[in-house]
């Protein structure tokens, strides 16, 4: 079964760290793209970061630039989101995404809750 | 503020069609292929709608995608009570340099 599972989120204090893990099964991780979505309490679906099938090229969202870092281990089938730096309004649903071409995103994991505290 | 605009609510009675519009810019849907995502409430988005109007397996045909110049619309027919979801358009944003997300339209099955 082709499927995304997100893990390491938790509540963490304004300004700390945390690194979310989002580990692929069921298909071949190393053809693939990768984005992290997150969805804030009430509001609608925000486009993170975005990595290339071999990690050359890296995007990401001015929201977060500076603070969050993408990234990926082939040989683990894993992708990663390092997030320091962390603010109220960083508080969502963390979602990794498989980009389907093209500049779409055909899976999705469950998503992982982060809740910065103050 | 999103950079693709979309009707914060949407609603229609069981069998209506229903449309959901979504309008951007000359460097997002003017220049860039869009996708159309369902999200059920504590689910994960779904993928109904890809290069603007082509559906993946197993989404049914009563869902249809549409484009022209800088604005889209995604269509659902014979509309059922599994419907209600949020609905969010998105697509590449060649001045961002990254993906831009609608606002989402709430569809409530009346």
């Known amino acids: 079964e082709v499927q995304l599972v997100e893990s390491g989120g938790g509540v963490v204090q304004r300004g700390g760290s945390l690194r979310l893990s989002c580990q692929a099964s069921?298909?071949?991780?190393?053809?693939?793209?990768f984005s992290w979505v997150r969805r804030a309490p009430g509001k609608g679906l925000e486009w993170v970061s975005h990595?290339?099938?071999?990690?050359?090229?890296?995007k990401i969202a001015d929201s977060v630039r500076g603070r969050f870092t993408i990234s990926r281990d082939n040989t683990q089938d894993s992708l990663y989101l390092q997030m320091s730096s962390l603010r109220v309004e960083d508080t969502a649903v963390y979602y990794c995404?498989?980009?389907?071409?093209?500049?779409?995103?055909?899976?999705w994991g469950q998503g992982t809750v982060v809740t910065v505290s103050s | 503020q999103s950079v693709l605009t979309q009707p914060p609510s949407a609603s229609g009675t069981p069998g209506q069609r229903v449309t959901i519009s979504c309008s951007g810019g000359?460097?997002?849907?003017?220049?860039?292929?869009l996708s159309w995502y369902q999200q059920l409430p504590g689910r994960a988005p779904k993928l109904l709608i890809y290069?603007?109007?082509q559906r993946p397996s197993g989404v049914p045909d009563r869902l249809s995608g549409s484009k022209s110049g800088t604005s889209a619309s995604l269509a659902i027919s014979g509309l059922q009570s599994e419907d209600e979801a949020d609905y969010y358009c998105?697509?590449?944003?060649?001045?961002?340099?990254?993906?831009?997300f609608g606002g989402g339209t709430k569809l409530t099955v009346l």
């Open positions: 995404a498989r980009g389907w071409s093209p500049d779409a995103f055909d899976i």
């Open positions: 069921g298909f071949t991780f190393i053809n693939y793209e």
């Open positions: 990595i290339s099938s071999l990690g050359s090229d890296i």
């Open positions: 000359s460097s997002n849907i003017g220049h860039n292929p």
């Open positions: 290069a603007d109007n």
């Open positions: 998105a697509t590449y944003d060649d001045s961002l340099n990254g993906w831009v």
